[in-house]
């Protein structure tokens, strides 16, 4: 599966932002679809992931009540709406896909993911 993640951008704090992932195929069909991000000399830390099975979508605590994902089976597309962005947003955003049928335990572990897009810069600054 080949994913593109877009929608980055440079905003200002308490603004939004919303991130697409596109897939080539059917995606959340199969796969549960998560968004990661990575901000520099961190480690790549799992943000959100809805799963294929129409459960409960998961967040980190650190965007719970600020970010929003969601998928649209008609585009073969995962959103991630972001409200109120804080500096501490500021990443590279990436989008994956997992086939594992593991991801309501595992969903925050980047082993769990067997295709990655490419980034989407993600920059909150006044």
């Known amino acids: 599966v080949q994913l593109q993640a877009s929608g980055g951008g440079v905003v200002q704090p308490g603004d939004s932002l919303r991130l697409s992932c596109v897939a080539s195929?059917?995606?959340?069909?199969?796969?549960?679809i998560a968004w990661f991000r990575q901000a520099p000399g961190r480690d790549r830390e799992a943000v959100s992931c809805?799963?294929?099975?129409?459960?409960?979508?998961y967040y980190a605590n650190s965007v719970k009540g600020r970010f929003t994902i969601a998928g649209n089976d008609a585009k073969n597309t995962v959103y991630l709406q972001m409200n109120s962005l804080k500096p501490e947003d500021s990443a590279v955003y990436f989008c994956?896909?997992?086939?594992?049928?593991?991801?309501?335990?595992?969903?925050?572990?980047?082993?769990?993911?067997?295709?990655w897009g490419q980034g989407t810069q993600v920059t909150v600054s006044s």
């Open positions: 994956a896909a997992s086939s594992s049928g593991n991801s309501d335990r595992y969903w925050s572990a980047r082993w769990n993911y067997d295709g």
């Open positions: 195929v059917a995606i959340l069909n199969y796969h549960d």
């Open positions: 809805i799963s294929s099975r129409g459960g409960r979508p």
